[in-house]
């Protein structure tokens, strides 16, 4: 998957191997104890996953590009009722684990490397959202 698809959108946010097949229930576990919050889990008949994709927050659009790209879980933030539907029809796990839950890493790590680069000083304040 390159920078841009074909429309000029990005694709789904990254496509990683798992090195020992995780069973769906370890994935669930995996997930609430980086995030803090059990996602919800849009089961699979596969038992066991391997090559897993993310996308941040509002990621459940590009759920059908997470199955076009052969994975075997997609984990985004936000669930909607076509996701359901498209990771039952194409046989991947989906793993709603929050918008914030799932953004709020890449926001500190941004301006982290933005405090780096220009000698600024700048502050994370995590306002919880159920969402």
């Not at 496509?15 to 059990?38: F, T, W, Y």
Request: aromatic share 6%; with cysteine.
């Amino acid at each position: 998957l390159g920078p841009l698809d074909d429309s000029g959108h990005p694709p789904v946010g990254l496509v990683g191997q798992i090195s020992d097949a995780l069973a769906p229930d370890e994935l669930v576990d995996r997930i609430a104890k980086a995030l803090g919050r059990q996602p919800q889990h849009i089961a699979a008949e596969r038992q066991s996953i391997k090559k897993v994709a993310w996308c941040t927050g509002a990621g459940q659009g590009y759920m059908q590009q997470a199955i076009d790209a052969g994975v075997d879980a997609f984990i985004s933030g936000e669930i909607s009722e076509p996701t359901v539907h498209l990771a039952k029809e194409g046989r991947v796990h989906y793993f709603a684990a929050g918008h914030h839950a799932t953004e709020r890493y890449g926001v500190q790590a941004f301006g982290a490397a933005l405090a780096q680069q220009f000698g600024l000083v700048h502050e994370f304040i995590d306002v919880a959202n159920p969402v």
